[in-house]
């Protein structure tokens, strides 16, 4: 099984700092908060499918999606009760009937994804990432993901989307009210 590669620049292990006087502690930010460091580089061609796939939904090029994902592609997300839950079958329930609705709920070319890690073993590709946009009425969206890739005949096969539900069911709920 390849190795989860991390993104240049982000150390598997955070050196503590230093104790600073004065100030409150609960007030200090973390200084790479937000801070796109570059994504990994794939070991083969399935990562590198799962970084293009990235790329390109990140990009608002959903006609781009629509060419990677496999024709009996599936996409399930791995929550309940949220907008977009359930299993999305083929390239035009994922993209027309999920996609679509889904990203029209941002400011236009939003959200965006960012890889942190990615690893793979044969069809399965696996990457933690990191979803950042803006919804339509200016209010900011920042969830952690995971990802689990299955990739056929050089297409995307299947997708499990795994994310902070609970977050996206806050945020969600004044977008609706």
């Known amino acids: 099984m390849t190795q989860p590669k991390r993104s240049e ?14 100030g409150n502690p609960a007030k200090r930010q973390r200084r790479d908060v937000g801070r796109d460091v570059g994504q ?8 590198h499918l799962a970084i293009q796939f990235f790329t390109t939904l990140s990009s608002g090029d959903l006609e781009g999606v ?8 599936t996409w399930k997300t ?7 839950a359930g299993t999305h079958v083929g390239p035009s329930g994922i993209v027309d009937k999920f996609l679509l609705p889904i990203r029209g709920m941002f400011k236009p070319g939003d959200p965006k994804i960012l ?7 044969g069809p399965l590709v696996i990457s933690e990432t990191r979803g950042q946009g803006v919804f339509a009425n200016g209010r900011e969206y920042a969830n952690n993901y995971c990802w689990a890739f299955e990739m056929k005949d050089g297409k995307v096969f299947a997708i499990r ?13 004044t977008e609706t009210q």
């Open 9 to 22: 620049g982000n150390p598997t292990k955070r050196q503590r700092q230093p104790e600073r006087s004065g």
């Open 161 to 173: 989307e795994y994310m902070d539900s609970l977050y996206v069911s806050r945020v969600t709920a």
């Open 66 to 73: 629509r060419a990677l994902l496999h024709e009996e592609a």
């Open 40 to 47: 990994p580089k794939p070991n083969n061609e399935n990562e």
């Open 78 to 84: 791995m929550v309940k009760d949220i907008p977009g």
């Open 115 to 121: 890889v942190d890690t990615i690893a793979s073993n």
